[in-house]
């Protein structure tokens, strides 16, 4: 069974830049998650989906982190403009609908803010 | 609220000791627990966890933990460490059943002697 695919695994970028990442879940699973690992720091909830609606969102700041999944499939987290403190490692993981919290997670995509 | 305090950013054992990693939580219903683990440049992994029932689960490489509810804590052990369990451990909670976010503990870094 394949695992949960993310792209690209490294990106630095200038502050003010844009950048995009992407995951694709395991198939079949219909929850989707994006954390975000600052260096230090346990993951933190950006955002969850349920097949292709948002289930909370409530930690991602919306006012530069936009993300979304389409078709209930792959998804895509963006933000525009980064900052200094947007350097993080960030997760997504997927379970499957009725799981008891178990997550399962991709490599992750480390972002540098230069 | 649910929260999750790990003791010990990073411990250190010899080859062959006992690991004891420590974590205690907050949750205002009962909590389902687990314990992840995250190699080097790697995405996180599930150790064990638990849910309902016996509040001693035994998980993968060795590893256990047990459920203590009248000490709010979920310490992860195992018997004998090998130089492959050096890697992060993060503890989690979810808000029981139907509930699939997790909140992490910031981790702690298990470094092994030879």
């Known amino acids: 069974e394949a695992g949960v695919a993310q792209s690209p695994r490294y990106k630095i970028i200038e502050k003010r830049q844009s950048v995009a990442f992407w995951c694709n879940p395991i198939?079949?699973?219909?929850?989707l998650y994006w954390y975000q690992q600052i260096l230090g720091q346990g993951p933190k909830l950006l955002i969850q989906?349920?097949?292709?609606?948002?289930?909370?969102d409530s930690q991602l700041p919306k006012d530069r982190f936009s993300a979304e999944r389409l078709k209930g499939v792959d998804s895509t987290l963006k933000i525009q403009p980064a900052k200094l403190e947007d350097s993080a490692v960030y997760l997504c993981?997927?379970?499957?609908?009725?799981?008891?919290?178990?997550?399962?997670f991709g490599e992750g995509s480390r972002l540098t803010v230069l | 609220a649910q929260s999750v305090t790990q003791l010990g950013s990073h411990v250190s054992v010899s080859e062959g000791a006992l690991v004891l990693l420590r974590c205690n939580y907050s949750?205002?219903?009962?909590?389902?627990l687990f314990w992840y683990v995250q190699y080097p440049n790697q995405g996180l992994q599930l150790l064990l966890k638990?849910?309902?029932?016996?509040?001693l689960v035994k998980g993968i490489n060795g590893f256990e933990a047990e459920f203590k509810k009248s000490e709010t804590s979920f310490h992860l052990t195992k018997p004998s460490a090998h130089m492959s369990d050096a890697a992060e451990y993060f503890c989690?909670?979810?808000?029981?059943?139907?509930?699939?976010?997790?909140?992490f503990g910031k981790g702690t870094k298990l470094s092994v002697i030879p």
């Open positions: 993981a997927s379970s499957y609908q009725s799981g008891f919290g178990e997550l399962f």
């Open positions: 198939s079949g699973h219909a929850t």
């Open positions: 989906f349920q097949n292709n609606g948002v289930v909370d």
């Open positions: 949750s205002s219903v009962p909590p389902y």
């Open positions: 638990y849910t309902t029932g016996a509040t």
């Open positions: 989690a909670v979810s808000e029981g059943a139907g509930s699939y976010q997790l909140t």
